[in-house]
């Protein structure tokens, strides 16, 4: 049988085809059959084209089994080691020159992506490297991210202005191994697929060659449409057919054809391009496959061809829906945050003033306009007024206003503020400034804190009363002046100076808290990681890189460089090291980090959590992902340290990779999880998309809100409803009776 590829034009009906039958002889099949194969083929074009479409907007992707069809990707391309390069460099006396298969750069690429089309669950384009580098939005920042899989494309311009320029500029594309600087690719004209040392080369055909990296988990979530505004890639299925087309999928044959020829197999070259102007790939792989069926169920028989033609263009454009637009600003995590979004298809913006996105992720609350947020539309990052946990005074507010307020009652479950926040002062406050002055002693040692400020910014030890004392009473004065002074909103906390350490340095850990959506309630906790100093600890040390261990402060350290893998531990490095120094001393059980410690850490975070819950701005589309320190001190006591609105989001060692990519990727997942859920009514258990993060708070009982396009009256009344309702409705999940035993 003769293959589709082997002709020029793609999807072209031929009045005559010789084809195999299965005693390999060949037999000419009449117009017809010929027809209802090709018929046949078109079909399934376009019903792979409408799964992908449905898979695109409605199918979470478990990162388990991402990861192992990455691994599969690069198996799959070591099979092809040796292949040589196209037929045309193999003449005769060449070992080559009667190979069976010939690849190049992107038929190499494109047959391995081919392979594994049912993993995959699309059929990759016949284009080349400039093809597959539309179809893959998300940048890599730099070697040290790439993925086994990952493209490397090289850009550059030829020497020989004859030659064809390629979109973009593209002119090659490697298969990143996961092994140092390794790929796998057909790089040298006269010479085979074979495993490159590194991606950095020098061509004699092309100059001024840049390298750009691109991650292939678009297509490990079976996304395969161009992305790229300028070019557009035509596809032989992109017109999806009304009930009365001869290509409508409801149509059936009692007379069924043989099998068509199934081979797609390419020869090694560069394979043409073809921008198409009208309906093109991306049009039909964002149309929703419920749309369409429905759109077939409503279609009326209309008397005129012409009549029929215009009524299913018009229902085609009305029922092409948008593509979610995101917005992210700041630079902390652009490329995390950007990454699992682009993969779903979404679109960014880099307009800060756009009203229409669907989700905006800020470092700041300052960028986001509620007053035209539109609820049970869009999503945002940030919950208006969640400085009630996030800044330092915030928090000593709420939780003393909690524990006072819950402390006659259920005194066996509450924690009482002083078993995990140091003792603490407000500055600002004269009676509290009194008070501190009277507790400190000589040889004491406090830490003076800045209210709003991160990254261990404004902060300081105090060894000296009175130094310190003139210093702020000469402050607060100026700023009944009307000057500024550094000691306004300030707190002062007793310093942990017995901390526990590993390996002689002190210690933090940095768990997560999720406020995944508000209405109802649904919150859970993720372990996170360890920082540790990169200086031997002492008490009486000033430097301050020793007192605290925040990447921040530690990239400031020489030694930084030598030592930056060491600064972050994961929490089975933690295990292991308590097991083997601190376990028989302390008398601790093999697993205390994580059932002990990380139990008692889920119960300080419920305290925060519960000391405003009631207070919070709750609207549908509203999350908040929070970072919250803690410290262990030497007689395994649990303190919380402070809670963050905008945790850093760096990936820059091998520990935060581990922990924080795959964390950003399940919270975005979740978060829009259950916004859709709540949208359609539907239940929002199970969820589908969480993996790793643990549900530590559910709330039940509350109905959602009347309506997602409500008037903010009508809000206004739902919600002093809904928190009136949250009183005797909520409830917390089973973990919260655990932690409470």
Request: with cysteine; charged share 30%; glycine share 6%.
């Amino acid at each position: 049988m003769r293959s589709r590829d082997d002709n020029e034009g793609h999807g072209e009906l031929e009045t005559a085809s010789f084809w195999m039958d299965g005693d390999g002889k060949k037999s000419k099949l009449s117009l017809q059959e010929a027809f209802l194969n090709f018929r046949k083929r078109r079909q399934r074009e376009i019903d792979n084209a409408l799964k992908a479409a449905k898979r695109e907007q409605d199918d979470p992707v478990d990162p388990h089994c991402i990861a192992i069809l990455r691994e599969k990707f690069v198996t799959q391309a070591k099979q092809y080691l040796g292949v040589p390069y196209a037929k045309r460099y193999h003449g005769p006396g060449s070992p080559h020159y009667d190979a069976p298969l010939y690849l190049d750069c992107c038929g190499l690429v494109r047959r391995v992506a081919r392979d594994l089309k049912e993993d995959l669950g699309f059929d990759i384009g016949k284009w080349n490297q400039s093809y597959q580098f539309d179809t893959l939005p998300i940048k890599v920042d730099g070697v040290e991210n790439m993925m086994p899989g990952d493209l490397v494309f090289v850009s550059g311009v030829f020497y020989d202005k004859m030659k064809r320029k390629q979109h973009h500029n593209m002119v090659h594309v490697e298969i990143w191994l996961g092994e140092g600087e390794k790929t796998i690719g057909a790089r040298w004209q006269r010479q085979h697929v074979q495993i490159h040392d590194s991606y950095r080369y020098v061509s004699k055909s092309y100059h001024s060659m840049e390298y750009h990296f691109r991650s292939i988990e678009t297509w490990l979530r079976g996304i395969c449409r161009s992305h790229c505004s300028e070019h557009s890639w035509c596809s032989s299925s992109r017109f999806v057919p009304g009930c009365r087309s001869i290509f409508s999928l409801d149509c059936s044959n009692e007379d069924e054809a043989a099998e068509d020829d199934e081979s797609e197999d390419e020869p090694g070259g560069s394979g043409g391009e073809k921008p198409c102007d009208g309906l093109t790939e991306t049009d039909d792989v964002s149309r929703s496959h419920d749309k369409v069926t429905k759109q077939r169920a409503k279609a009326k028989p209309v008397a005129h061809s012409k009549s029929l033609v215009r009524h299913t263009q018009t229902r085609r454009s009305a029922s092409k829906p948008a593509i979610p637009t995101f917005y992210i600003g700041g630079g902390n995590g652009v490329s995390l945050v950007e990454s699992p979004l682009l993969a779903m298809g979404w679109r960014r913006t880099d307009n800060r003033s756009c009203c229409n996105f669907k989700l905006k992720w800020v470092e700041i609350k300052g960028q986001i306009n509620y007053n035209e947020f539109r609820e049970g539309e869009q999503l945002v990052n940030h919950i208006p007024n969640i400085n009630l946990l996030t800044t330092k005074i915030g928090l000593l507010d709420s939780l003393r206003e909690y524990c006072q307020s819950k402390g006659k009652r259920r005194r066996g479950s509450l924690l009482e503020l002083s078993e995990f926040v140091p003792e603490t002062y407000k500055l600002d406050l004269r009676g509290e400034r009194e008070v501190f002055y009277s507790t400190f002693r000589e040889g004491d040692v406090w830490i003076c804190k800045p209210t709003g400020l991160n990254q261990g910014k404004g902060i300081f030890l105090v060894r000296d009363l009175d130094k310190f004392r003139i210093d702020v009473e000469a402050g607060m004065e100026a700023t009944l002046n009307g000057r500024r002074s550094r000691f306004s909103s300030r707190i002062v906390q007793r310093y942990i100076s017995n901390p526990l350490l590993l390996s002689e340095r002190k210690f933090d850990i940095r768990a997560y808290l999720l406020i995944a959506h508000t209405t109802p309630y649904v919150v859970f906790y993720h372990h996170g990681y360890v920082r540790l100093s990169c200086q031997e600890y002492s008490v009486d040390t000033t430097e301050l890189a020793a007192h605290l261990t925040n990447q921040y402060v530690q990239k400031k350290d020489p030694r930084y460089g030598d030592m930056k893998e060491d600064t972050v531990w994961t929490f089975e490095q933690l295990q292991d090291y308590l097991n083997k120094h601190v376990a028989a001393e302390k008398d601790l059980p093999r697993d205390w980090v994580f059932a002990q410690f990380a139990k008692q850490m889920q119960r300080i975070m419920l305290s925060c959590f519960h000391a405003v819950r009631h207070k919070l701005e709750c609207r549908l589309g509203f999350f908040e992902l929070l970072g919250f320190d803690f410290m262990i001190d030497n007689d395994m006591k649990v303190w919380l340290i402070e809670v963050n609105i905008n945790p850093a989001l760096h990936t820059n060692c091998a520990g935060l990779k581990q922990v924080i990519p795959p964390l950003i990727s399940e919270t975005l997942n979740v978060v829009i999880e259950l916004f859709e859920k709540s949208r359609r009514k539907e239940r929002l258990f199970p969820i589908t998309s969480c993996h790793s993060l643990q549900l530590l708070y559910q709330e039940t009982g509350l109905k959602l809100l009347p309506s997602v396009a409500s008037t903010s009256r009508d809000h206004t009344a739902s919600l002093t409803s809904l928190k009136q309702e949250r009183t005797h409705c909520d409830q917390t999940v089973q973990l919260v009776s655990e932690l409470a035993a």
